[in-house]
């Protein structure tokens, strides 16, 4: 599936990559995609490691689709799934830089209930709750509303680290950030 100028049949890492810069809405909020983590079932950070369950089945495919979970039973995080039905691997998204536009300004700051713009959604927990995004929005394909994806409209630098916050497969350099960027969850490191 091509959407927004990426194959979501690739690899997760390789879409991952192409993700940076691309605007994404959510019910017309969001912002440009600044932050992301990929992820496959061949390594053990992944929910799709041991196989198909109940809560990642959307990850399975078909690509181009959502994979909402909840993330320590407190935080929805929103994700891309890739590569071909059956396989289970996905994006996570991370982190956005937020829109200009007034009204969809004013909306994620009354979710999160805070001002200051940079926090709005930077962490996929607090993305989620800016854009609203719910177990309501699992399993749904990426090129109908809610969402919508658009193309970059400019040239990122896109550098490659660790993932955040996991304690296995640690060494994959599979976070993904726009450089330079100040709404990224947490600095780069390389």
């Known amino acids: 599936m091509d959407l927004a100028g990426i194959d979501f049949s690739a690899p997760a890492p390789q879409v991952a990559q192409q993700l940076i810069g691309v605007k994404l809405l959510v019910g017309g909020v969001g912002g440009r995609i600044v ?54 691997a996905g994006v996570l998204i991370r982190a956005l830089e937020p829109l200009s536009d007034p009204a969809a300004l004013a909306l994620m700051r009354e979710r999160r209930g805070l001002d200051e713009l940079r926090l709005l959604c ?54 993904f950030v726009e450089g330079g960027s100040r709404f990224l969850s947490k600095p780069h490191r390389a």
Request: glycine residues 10%; contains cysteine; charged residues 20%.
């Open 35 to 88: 932050e992301v983590e990929a992820y496959d079932a061949s390594e053990p950070a992944s929910h799709c490691y041991i196989g198909l369950t109940e809560r990642n089945f959307s990850m399975f495919g078909p690509p181009g689709r959502s994979y909402v979970y909840r993330s320590h039973g407190l935080h929805w995080c929103l994700n891309f799934v890739c590569r071909e039905v059956g396989h289970g």
């Open 122 to 175: 930077s962490g996929p927990g607090r993305l989620a709750q800016a854009l609203g995004v719910t177990r309501a929005q699992n399993n749904l394909p990426l090129d109908a509303p809610p969402f919508l994806l658009l193309p970059r409209e400019r040239d990122v630098a896109v550098l490659a680290g660790p993932r955040i916050g996991i304690s296995k497969a640690v060494e994959l350099p599979w976070r």
